[in-house]
């Protein structure tokens, strides 16, 4: 089953973001944490949450102000309760927005990207040296509080 309801943000065109209720059954092996599936049947649903689809800013807090505020929107819905999820992709084909969003919080699916950003992230990591990864990350609810502080 795949059914998909969404309610679109956007900021300035060039950030998007949706509510998605999408019940589809994930994989056994996908490692979100416990709060963003709910076990039916000896199968894993995704629970309701919000969506980045697309993300452009111009540098002046543009990006982390359109992310809090989606943040925030989700903690406000009783629906999604801080479930935010995106899609960690070059837009420019240069760069990687992963270092960016794994120090507003987010974090990767696969546990090994994380480390690397980890390492990058105490060892100063700016844009410019970021590490060029892309895939699927998630917003842990103990770092919703952290996000919106950032």
Request: charged fraction near 30%; glycine fraction near 6%; include cysteine.
């Amino acid at each position: 089953m795949n059914i998909q309801s969404s309610y679109s943000l956007a900021f300035c065109g060039k950030c998007t973001s949706c509510f998605v209720n999408n019940f589809v059954e994930l994989k056994n092996d996908t490692k979100y944490p416990r709060d963003y599936y709910v076990k039916s049947r000896e199968k894993n649903i995704l629970k309701p949450h919000y969506f980045i689809k697309f993300l452009w800013g111009d540098g002046n807090r543009e990006g982390t102000n359109f992310v809090q505020d989606v943040v925030i929107k989700s903690l406000k819905d009783e629906r999604t309760n801080g479930r935010v999820i995106l899609d960690a992709k070059k837009i420019d084909a240069k760069t990687s927005p992963a270092g960016f969003y794994y120090k507003l919080g987010f974090r990767f699916l696969d546990e090994t990207l994380n480390k690397i950003l980890q390492q990058w992230k105490i060892s100063g990591g700016t844009k410019f040296n970021a590490p060029d990864l892309e895939g699927r990350m998630f917003l842990p609810k103990e770092n919703v509080e952290d996000c919106i502080r950032y």
